[in-house]
Nanobody, 121 residues
């Protein structure tokens, strides 16, 4: 499956942004999906995951601000990011797993190319 992340950009603190991850080649309904991010000079970090049936789980730093969702009919997963902070600045990656509710990157089988989110103070 090929994943294409989009929707990143430059925003101000407090703003909202919605990332999209479109899949081709396979139907996303067969996969658990996740979002990760990598800030400059830091390791990749878990952001959120959604199971095949729609259960969600979030990293502590984004809980209550970010929402992951999926539209299987559009073969797309979304990450709605509200109340953005400068520390949310990172390249965001979507990923697909044959598992469910996976929080470590090593458990994912397919990765998108990443989209840059920059939050200015």
């Amino acid at each position: 499956v090929q994943l294409q992340a989009s929707g990143g950009g430059l925003v101000q603190a407090g703003d909202s942004l919605r990332l999209s991850c479109a899949a081709s080649g396979r139907t996303l309904s067969s996969f658990g999906m996740g979002w990760f991010r990598q800030a400059p000079g830091k390791e990749r970090a878990f952001v959120a995951t959604i199971s095949r049936s729609g259960y969600t789980y979030y990293g502590d730093s984004v809980k209550g601000r970010f929402t992951i969702s999926r539209d299987n009919a559009k073969n797309t997963v979304y990450l709605q990011m509200n109340s953005l902070k400068p520390e949310d600045t990172a390249v965001y990656y979507c990923a697909a797993t044959r598992g469910n509710m996976v929080v470590h990157g090593g458990g994912y089988d397919y990765w998108g190319q990443g989209t840059l989110v920059t939050v200015s103070s």
